[in-house]
């Protein structure tokens, strides 16, 4: 039995649409892989930041504290 031309042309239209149907899968698969990737970024951003804020928070407590009184210093003569 020998396929005549408008079975080889349906042949193609459906590996063709097979295929388009394969690379949409991937792509979506790819898109959700992006997108908990961004997610974890994001995640990490924000703690880094509270990070920051807290390291800030310290410093800026550290240059209102006063300054202890120590030993006057010698005048050389």
Same mark, same amino acid.
């Given at each position: ?5 408008? +079975?080889? !042309?349906? #042949?193609?239209? /459906? +590996?063709?649409?097979?295929? /388009?149907?394969?690379?949409?899968? /991937? ?9 908990? *990737? =961004? +997610?974890? *970024? =994001? %995640?990490?951003? %924000?703690? /880094?930041? $509270?990070? =920051?804020?807290? *390291? =800030?928070? #310290?410093? $800026? %407590? $550290?240059? !209102?504290?006063? @300054?202890?009184? +120590? @030993?006057? $210093?010698? @005048?050389?003569?």
């Amino acid at each position: 039995m020998a396929f005549d031309v408008v +079975g080889v !042309t349906l #042949a193609i239209v /459906i +590996g063709i649409l097979a295929a /388009i149907v394969y690379s949409l899968r /991937i792509l979506v698969l790819m898109e959700r892989r992006i997108s908990r *990737i =961004e +997610g974890h *970024i =994001e %995640s990490m951003a %924000s703690k /880094i930041l $509270k990070e =920051e804020l807290k *390291i =800030e928070r #310290a410093l $800026k %407590s $550290k240059k !209102t504290k006063p @300054k202890k009184a +120590g @030993k006057p $210093k010698r @005048k050389k003569k």
